[in-house]
Structures are given as C-alpha cells and as structure tokens.
C-alpha cells in the first residue's frame, strides 16, 4: 500500500534544511528532490537550486520573475514573484522515475503549481500507481486542503472513485 507522508514548512521550520535532510537520512533507501534556498549578500532570497538527493547534484531551478529575459519567457513557469525553469521539473522526473526501484520517494515541495497540473504533477502521477512510500513537503498555506483531499494535487476529481491502491496519509510533526 502506497503511504503519503505530507510535511507543511512551517513544521519543520528553524533550519529547514537541516530538519529535511535529517529526517531524509533517517530513511534506509531513499531519493529525493529538495529545492535549496539561494540567498545574496544582503541574505534576500534571489531563487533556488535543485538538489536530487542523496547525491547532491545541484541544477538551476528557480528565479526570481523579474530576472527572466523576455526572449527566455516560454522556458519557465510563473508562480508569486518567482520563475520556475521547466526543463529542471523535467531533471528532477527522470532521475527519480530511473533510480525507483526500492526507494521511497521525497519531494521538497508540492504546491500551487501542482494545484494547477504543472510542476511536479505529472511526476506524481506516476509515483502514485507505484507501491512506494511518497513524503512530501507543502506550503503550510494548502496543508489542510491537501490533507482533507490529497487527491487534488494527484488525481483529476471525477477518477478519485477509481483510484486504487489508496494511499495512507502520515502527517509529519516537528
């Protein structure tokens, strides 16, 4: 049976880096995807890399909106003040659909672009009909939307009924 673990990240708040990887080592066999926080001199946010764990290998992944060239437009997705490089969703699909098997599978972090079937959504998908355990971390924002129906970010309404296996959810406490 599947299992979703779901981690809002105002739960793991302090140092979230430290508190993910930490629970992430604990895990005997696991594969991973965690968004890594850039910061400039002035310690201000200006986006993200994306780390396939456990190897570390590191990939450009996410912007700030106002830094993406005009000509460059079609090559992200937009969410808030932030430009997301579609290629690197695509990265972080393929190394986990190839280094699956016996792995449970964390993701660093589901949200509104997977609200909206892009992001991770469609890698989702897929991990879903798998006999995998799957832990996720959400924006606290959408973490009681997604606990009350976890099928919103996985599985269009009208193939809830069909879906099977169920998935047991575990929410992670600090």
């Not at 009350?148 to 169920?166: E, H, V």
Request: charged letters at 20%.
């Amino acid at each position: 049976m599947n299992q979703l673990k779901i981690s809002s990240k105002d739960s793991l708040s302090g140092n979230y880096l430290i508190k993910f990887m930490l629970l992430f080592s604990k895990e005997t066999s696991a594969i991973g995807l965690f968004s890594k926080k850039l910061c400039n001199n002035q310690n201000k946010i200006i986006g993200y890399n994306l780390v396939l764990l456990p190897n570390k290998e590191e990939y450009p992944f996410i912007i700030l909106k106002e830094s993406v060239h005009p000509v460059h437009k079609d090559n992200y997705l937009y969410q808030g003040r932030f430009a997301f490089i579609k290629s690197t969703f695509e990265i972080g699909e393929k190394y986990i659909l190839d280094n699956l098997s016996n792995h449970s599978v964390w993701i660093d972090e589901v949200g509104s672009l997977e609200l909206k079937g892009t992001g991770y959504s469609n890698l989702i998908k897929k991990l879903i009909g798998k006999n995998i355990n799957l832990t996720i971390t959400i924006k606290s924002n959408l973490l009681e939307k997604v606990i009350a129906n976890p099928y919103l970010l996985f599985i269009p309404q009208q193939q809830i009924s069909s879906f099977n296996p169920p998935f047991t959810i575990h929410k992670i406490e600090d």
